[in-house]
């Protein structure tokens, strides 16, 4: 992958706090009993989030095609319950399965959810790189993309991970990341204006990482679909 990250968390909180009406939890719980999940399964997710999505999916492709802008990992909580660790914008966090799945839906209602899995030569780093997440439960969220910040993005959140579970050297690889339209010398406005407010220059060509990126690494395969992601609109 040449193009970079744009994980946009900080808007996918909007939908974590999304209702759920009982007939579509429902269908969602016999979706996730469906698929015997494992911890350490990687969940990317095609999140309808606005124009910051959009901007994403045009300079950046997952594996088929496939248009990802957020990643979390599973693990189980203290009560044997799949969770997800993930970052957003109010930081690293434990979110319920449900919440997750709940966040956006084919044109069948089933959840743009999309799971990976490690291959087995990577499997054993596993159990070291979840404890270091739960470790960095409550970071904040790196809204300026920052590797070196001690905050987290989505995507560079399970970079860090595993790349501390296997002794500092990278499971996953950095790319420059880019905000420009593609074919053009011009930085969507819609990035423009995000990091005006911030009051920072846009880290153009800087080292990232994205969903898209991971969902085609050498490291992962792809072994379930819950519901069918939308196409990067370079590949329609």
């Known amino acids: 992958m040449k193009n970079l990250t744009f994980p946009i968390e900080w808007v996918l909180l909007l939908f974590s706090t999304t209702v759920v ?15 015997p999940l494992e ?19 045009q300079v950046t492709t997952g594996y088929g095609g496939a248009s990802f802008s957020h990643i ?18 109010s930081g690293v966090e434990i979110t319920p399965l449900q919440t997750f799945f709940g966040r956006s839906f084919d044109e ?48 560079e959140l399970i970079y860090e991970i595993f790349l501390r579970a296997n002794n500092n050297e990278p499971v996953f690889e950095l790319q420059p990341m880019t905000f420009k ?8 406005p819609e990035w423009q204006e995000y990091f005006s407010e911030l009051g920072v220059p846009v880290p153009e060509g800087q080292p990232g990482i994205n969903p898209g990126g991971i969902s085609c690494s050498q490291a992962v395969d792809i072994v379930h679909e819950y519901g069918t992601p939308d196409k990067s609109p370079s590949k329609t």
């Open 21 to 35: 009406v009982f007939g579509c939890e429902r269908q969602m719980l016999r979706q996730s009993e469906s698929f």
């Open 39 to 57: 911890p350490g399964d990687l969940l990317f997710q095609d999140s309808d989030c606005g124009p910051l999505c959009d901007a994403i999916e």
């Open 72 to 89: 979390g990992i599973v693990t189980r909580d203290d009560a044997g319950d799949f969770v997800v660790i993930e970052a957003i914008s």
């Open 108 to 155: 069948q209602h089933r959840p743009k959810v999309v799971v990976g899995r490690l291959k087995k030569p990577y499997r054993q780093l596993i159990p070291s790189a979840l404890k270091k997440a739960l470790a960095l439960k409550g970071k904040r969220y790196d809204k300026v993309f920052d590797m070196g910040n001690d905050s987290y993005y989505c995507s």
């Open 181 to 188: 339209s593609p074919g053009t010398v011009s930085t969507f």
